[in-house]
Structure formats: structure tokens, C-alpha cells
């Protein structure tokens, strides 16, 4: 009973994480609908003198942060039999 | 007739056609032709569902909207890329330890077998027979204008090659064509990226200069807006794609052919990996395609580009790299096609021999040679389905049959499942209303908006103004599970509840030993 317990614990606990991580990409994938409102207006503007915009950032930048959490991820949610493997 | 592009494609028929021999010799059982004998490592399995997943429809269809449209085509990149951390995160894991080979394994843990199965089974063909047809109909035309073939000639090909693939190699001659064609597709867009930066002397700047320069709407094309104005409508889009790949059976199918739920996180970090990479060169040839194409009228014929909008990548790749890399391309598509359809067709042939003659009709005691015998002859019926389908529908507008899959996938599998996995209180009665329900209001919704009731029926304007409908459906789905299940006082709902925590357990620490062995019949 007390093992149970312990188990599920663990699991509400790892759940948590994983809901964290889902809200965050929730909420950055969320995030590029702003372009196509007038608040995200500013981001359709060249940054300085060069031709790239905000809205082509916030694009590249949502995949390699994507990316990221995944590893981030992964690298935190270690096997319990072996918790130095990091994938 | 491309005869680069030719030759090319019968070397990749040969070795594939080599690898389905080989593969065959070692398909020896209903395991085996369903997840490859659980033997292919995190890599390779994340190479494959990457194989499975950029279609021709993600490297022609988004570079052409780029070339049309600009920064809007990236919509689609986005929402394609963003469902697969959410795969990794929520699903990986629980889907590879409790079920066997299909997804409809994993609800049926805990929900009525028979009938949750029957439910899953109509979700998963219906998105298995709506994909198919979107994709045999988009190869015979593809096929036509890249080797000057006859539509029917490119479409019997694709279904006699799968055909051979699947029913002889099963899945582990699918993983390996896709995991080539992924190879091919891969090596082949990061040529025609260095060639392009090469052309812009390595500078980003220098490349949306220019795309901005040559595009008749000018810098406009940079930003969002040209094509999609109306946040609501980019919201629909977004959704349905990320959650659409979350509930696509042929893609949560491939969690099952590694031997352990690590390397089953590590596919699905690994198919990140090389689909984030593959969209992110998409902005180079998209943008290319503008910068490089436009000044060149030898690409364009009565003032348009030739071929269509689809057909912007393989002329960037003949721009900058010759007959020869248009021949490459044009081959990488043709391959393309042949592993997104292998992929459907084993996940199709998974769901009538393994759910529904092994799950339903056997009571999960089938025997296995016949059962065996059945996915390879359900693998033949469903490469000569899409042949007929790939005929019947050459001369109707297909464009929203490639909007289904991902609204159906996103309103019926995926609220079932997660709701399965995660919330205690959902109940056999739930899942099959709210399952019923999305799958009834998506295909409503999408016939009555704009991609048939005005695009094929021909009416002025649409019932309803979005062509992805998955923004409402899939909450109403999720809406009605829970509905339905808090309100369903029945016997069985109460071992549904009961079931939960024995399957929570199971599906973070898996079986007594811990991971799970690769599950056999």
C-alpha cells in the first residue's frame, strides 16, 4: 500500500513536469497567432536596417525552442534504473 | 521525360525493392509485420516517422505557398513541427508502455475492448482512407508533370511498389524506405539550401532583399498577411495540425518498433530533430524559390510559374543546381509519396488484422499465422483501394481531403486517447460519444465551409467560414467525453474508473521488470 503510494507520488509528480512543458509549448506555440493581430503589428516591421522581421524570429526561434524543451525534457526525465543515462 | 530523374528513381525502386526481399525473409510473424519485431533503434525509428511524415504536401506544398505567398506558408511548417514535443511529452511514453502495436491497444486497456475498439478502428480508417486519397491523387498529378507519366501509369506504380513493400517487407520495409527516403529528402533540401545561401552570397538579408524585390507584392511577402489576415482562421489552422499529428495512427504506430520506452522518447525527439531541421531549410527554399525564380522567365509560361505553385521547389533545385539536381529532387518526391503511402498502409492493415480480427473477432486469441496472412492480403486490398480511390478522384479538387485527415485525427483519436491516459473519470460511454460526435461535426463542418461547399458544390458562400474546423470540434469532443462520462452511472463505467490506477502505474513504470519487452502473440 505504502509502495503504491510512493508510485503514485512519482507519477503525479512527473506528470506535473510534463504539463509544464505542454503549457509552455502551448504558450509560445500560442504566441504566433500575436502576428496576425494588431498587437503582433510591430513584429511584421524590419528590425533595423536589415530585411528580417520579427514575425521570420519568432518562427526560427519557435523550433529551436521547441527543440530545446525536447532536450531540456529528456534530459530531466532520466530512466530510473539507470538515472546517469541521460536520454 | 526527365531521364536523370528516372534513372534515379528505379535505383531507389531496386534498393527498396531489395530491402522489402530481405525484409521479407524476416517478417516471419504478426509482430514482426506489425512493428518490425521491435528491433529498430531511437535513430532510426526517428528517421523513419520523419520518412513518414514530410510528405511531398510539406516540401512542394509549403515551398509553393512561400513562392505564392510569402511568410504565410510557414503557418503550416509551424503547426506540423509543434504537435511533435507534445508528442514526446505526453504520449511517448504511456502509449509505448501499455500498448502492443496500435494506439487502439492503448485505450483499449482499460475502456470495453470490443467496443472502444470498433470506435478506434473506424477513426483510424478513416483517417488512414482520407490521407491515402489525398495522396495518391497528389502523386498521379505530381508524377505526371515531373516524368512526363501518364496519371494512371504513376498511380498503379505507386500502388504496386507499396503493395510489394508492405505485404511481402511489412513494417520493417516501410522503416527502412522511409528511413532512405528521409536520408534522400534531407541531403537533398540541404544542397538546394547551400546552393541558394551560395547564390546569396551567405546572407539573409541579401536573400529577402531580393525574394522582397522580385515578388510582384514586394516586401509585403516577408510578414504575415498576404495570404491569412483573420487570427480566428490562423488559430484553426495551428490547431488542427498540432493536434492532428497527435491522433495520426501511422505516425503513433511507429512507437511501438523500438525495443524500449527510452529509445520510443528518443524516436520522437529524434523525428523532431530532423523534421525542425527540414522546415527550417524550407524558409531558405521557399524564400529561394522568390529570389531565384522570378527574375527568370524561363521558368514561367503566360505569366505563370510552370507547373503551378508546387512545382517552385523542383525548378529552384534545376535553377541552381542543373538537370541533375532536378532529377534528384524530382525522384526524392516520387520516393516521397512511396513511404508516407507504405506508412498509411501498414498502420490501415494494422487496423482490420490486428483491432478488429486479433482485438475484436478473436478476443485478442487469434491465431497468429492467420492473423499474419490477414495483415499481408488487408496490405494488398488497401494498395488496390487507393488505386481505385487515386482514379476515381483524379479530376475532383482533393485540396480538402488534405485537410481531413488532420481534422478527424484531431477531433476523434486524440481527445479518446489522452482523456484515456490521463483523466481517471472517462468511461466506455464517453469516449464513443465524444469519438462519434467529432467524427460527425468534422465532416459536417468540413463540407459545409469553404473547400466543398464552395470549392466543389459550387454555393457563393460557406455555412461555416473555416476550412480547419479542429478549433471547435476537438473541444467539443473533448467536451462531450467528459459530459457524458460524469454522467454515466452504468456498471461498466465504474470498472472503467477502477481500471485507471492499475494503468496509470503500468504506463509510467511499465511491466513488474520495468521495460517493457517488445510484446509478441
Known amino acids: 500500500?505504502?509502495?503504491?503510494?510512493?508510485?503514485?507520488?512519482?507519477?503525479?509528480?512527473?506528470?506535473?513536469?510534463?504539463?509544464?512543458?505542454?503549457?509552455?509549448?502551448l504558450l509560445l506555440y500560442a504566441s504566433f497567432v500575436i502576428c496576425y493581430t494588431d498587437a503582433g503589428r510591430?513584429?511584421?516591421?524590419?528590425?533595423?536596417?536589415?530585411?528580417?522581421?520579427?514575425?521570420?524570429?519568432?518562427?526560427?526561434?519557435?523550433?529551436?525552442?521547441?527543440?530545446?524543451?525536447?532536450?531540456?525534457?529528456?534530459?530531466?526525465?532520466?530512466?530510473?534504473?539507470?538515472?546517469?543515462?541521460?536520454? | 521525360m526527365n531521364i536523370t530523374a528516372i534513372t534515379l528513381f528505379l535505383l531507389f525502386v531496386a534498393a527498396t525493392l531489395g530491402i522489402s526481399y530481405w525484409a521479407s525473409k524476416r517478417t516471419r510473424s504478426s509482430g514482426a509485420f506489425y512493428n518490425a519485431g521491435g528491433q529498430i533503434t531511437g535513430v532510426q525509428n526517428g528517421a523513419a516517422i520523419a520518412g513518414d511524415f514530410m510528405s511531398a504536401a510539406s516540401f512542394l506544398g509549403i515551398s509553393g505557398l512561400i513562392f505564392g505567398f510569402g511568410f504565410d506558408g510557414l503557418i503550416f511548417s509551424l503547426g506540423a513541427f509543434a504537435g511533435w514535443p507534445l508528442l514526446l511529452f505526453l504520449l511517448a511514453k504511456r502509449i509505448r508502455n501499455l500498448g502492443s502495436y496500435t494506439f487502439t491497444d492503448v485505450i483499449s486497456q482499460r475502456l470495453e475492448r470490443t467496443r472502444i475498439r470498433l470506435v478506434a478502428i473506424v477513426g483510424t480508417v478513416t483517417v488512414v482512407i482520407l490521407y491515402l486519397i489525398a495522396q495518391m491523387v497528389g502523386a498521379g498529378k505530381l508524377i505526371e508533370l515531373l516524368f512526363g507519366l501518364p496519371y494512371e501509369v504513376a498511380v498503379v506504380t505507386v500502388s504496386l511498389l507499396v503493395i510489394a513493400y508492405v505485404a511481402f517487407g511489412g513494417m520493417l520495409a516501410t522503416t527502412w524506405v522511409q528511413i532512405i527516403k528521409a536520408s534522400l529528402l534531407l541531403f537533398g533540401v540541404t544542397v538546394?539550401?547551400?546552393?541558394?545561401m551560395q547564390r546569396a552570397g551567405f546572407s539573409f538579408d541579401t536573400l529577402f532583399a531580393g525574394a522582397a524585390a522580385n515578388h510582384p507584392r514586394g516586401a509585403t511577402i516577408l510578414a504575415p498577411g498576404v495570404l491569412f489576415q483573420d487570427p480566428i482562421q490562423v488559430a484553426t489552422i495551428l490547431v488542427a495540425m498540432l493536434f492532428g499529428v497527435l491522433g495520426l495512427p501511422h505516425i503513433?504506430?511507429?512507437?511501438?518498433?523500438?525495443p524500449t520506452m527510452y529509445e520510443a522518447k528518443k524516436s520522437a525527439f529524434f523525428a523532431s530533430l530532423f523534421i525542425g531541421y527540414f522546415f527550417l531549410l524550407l524558409v531558405i527554399i521557399g524564400f529561394?524559390?522568390?529570389?531565384?525564380?522570378?527574375?527568370?522567365?524561363?521558368?514561367?509560361?503566360d505569366g505563370k510559374l510552370i507547373g503551378g505553385g508546387n512545382m517552385a521547389a523542383i525548378h529552384l533545385s534545376q535553377a541552381v543546381g542543373g538537370d541533375l539536381l532536378m532529377g534528384f529532387m524530382s525522384a526524392v518526391a516520387f520516393a516521397t509519396i512511396l513511404a508516407v503511402v507504405a506508412g498509411l498502409t501498414v498502420s490501415g492493415a494494422a487496423a482490420i488484422s490486428h483491432d478488429l480480427y486479433a482485438g475484436v473477432i478473436c478476443q485478442g486469441k487469434p491465431d497468429p499465422q492467420k492473423e499474419l496472412k490477414l495483415g499481408r492480403l488487408t496490405a494488398v486490398v488497401i494498395g488496390l483501394i487507393?488505386?481505385?480511390?487515386?482514379i476515381l478522384f483524379q479530376d475532383q479538387n482533393v485540396a480538402f481531403l488534405a485537410t481531413m485527415p488532420m481534422v478527424v485525427a484531431a477531433s476523434v483519436n486524440f481527445p479518446v486517447l489522452f482523456l484515456s491516459l490521463y483523466w481517471s473519470g472517462t468511461t466506455t460511454r464517453g469516449a464513443i460519444y465524444g469519438a462519434v460526435l467529432g467524427l460527425i461535426v468534422s465532416v459536417v463542418a468540413i463540407v459545409v465551409g469553404p473547400q466543398v461547399w464552395v470549392a466543389v458544390l459550387g454555393f457563393e458562400a460557406p455555412l461555416f467560414p473555416y476550412d480547419y474546423p479542429a478549433l471547435f470540434t476537438m473541444p467539443l469532443a473533448f467536451i462531450t467525453i467528459w459530459l457524458v462520462s460524469i454522467t454515466d452511472n452504468s456498471p461498466r463505467a465504474a470498472?472503467?474508473?477502477n481500471n485507471y490506477y492499475a494503468l496509470l502505474i503500468r504506463s509510467e513504470f511499465g511491466p513488474e521488470e520495468g521495460e517493457l519487452e517488445v510484446a509478441k502473440h
Open chain 2, 386 to 390: 487507393a488505386l481505385a480511390l487515386g
Open chain 2, 252 to 258: 503513433l504506430m511507429r512507437l511501438f518498433t523500438v
Open chain 2, 192 to 196: 538546394i539550401a547551400f546552393l541558394v
Open chain 1, 42 to 87: 510591430a513584429l511584421s516591421r524590419p528590425l533595423g536596417n536589415s530585411q528580417i522581421n520579427g514575425a521570420l524570429l519568432l518562427f526560427t526561434g519557435l523550433i529551436l525552442l521547441f527543440l530545446a524543451l525536447e532536450y531540456l525534457f529528456l534530459k530531466r526525465d532520466k530512466n530510473p534504473a539507470n538515472p546517469r543515462r541521460p536520454l
Open chain 2, 495 to 497: 470498472l472503467d474508473r
Open chain 1, 1 to 25: 500500500m505504502e509502495e503504491e503510494t510512493q508510485k503514485l507520488t512519482a507519477i503525479h509528480k512527473k506528470v506535473r513536469q510534463r504539463f509544464r512543458y505542454s503549457a509552455i509549448t
Open chain 2, 288 to 301: 529561394g524559390t522568390v529570389y531565384l525564380l522570378y527574375g527568370n522567365p524561363s521558368f514561367f509560361a
